[in-house]
């Protein structure tokens, strides 16, 4: 079977579609949108301060900062000032949200269907998503 370059970005852009809305369906039980969790994922990931999280969220610094003003009013995080720079901010995950941070991403694969998968199209679909999130120009 002869699928063409397209194809495949429409498959993607399903999966996408599939990764947002089981998100979604997670994130409510902690009343978040997909964007506070995919920050609550990035600060877990390391990305802990501002411009690193408005780096990995692709948002301007002003609206990465209503996010954590969100994250932070909800107790999931704390922001604090640099030792050194007062215009640094570090951003720490509090106890409740590192639980739901593991909450949401253990139901995460079950929300997907990712069981469904068989080891070895894991393993396939793994090295795929490395060799498409490689190298990827940032912009277009």
């Known amino acids: 079977m002869n699928i063409s370059s397209e194809q495949v970005c429409q498959d993607l852009l399903g999966l996408i579609g599939r990764l947002k809305s089981g998100l979604g369906a997670l994130s409510e039980k902690y009343d978040l949108t997909v964007v506070q969790v995919h ?11 501002m411009g690193a999280l408005a780096r990995t969220l692709h948002c301007d610094a002003s609206n990465a900062t209503g996010i954590v003003d969100r994250l932070v009013a909800g107790q999931l995080i704390t ?6 720079d007062r215009r640094t901010k570090t951003l720490t995950l509090t106890d409740k949200g590192r639980a ?13 269907g990712c069981g469904r998968l068989s080891d070895n199209e894991r393993a396939s679909f793994h090295d795929i998503a490395t060799k498409l999130t490689s190298d990827v120009p940032a912009k277009v």
């Open 39 to 49: 920050a609550l994922y990035a600060i877990s990931q390391g990305d802990s301060t």
């Open 100 to 112: 739901a941070v593991d909450d949401i991403y253990s139901h995460l694969p079950h929300q997907l």
């Open 79 to 84: 922001r604090q000032e640099g030792a050194h």
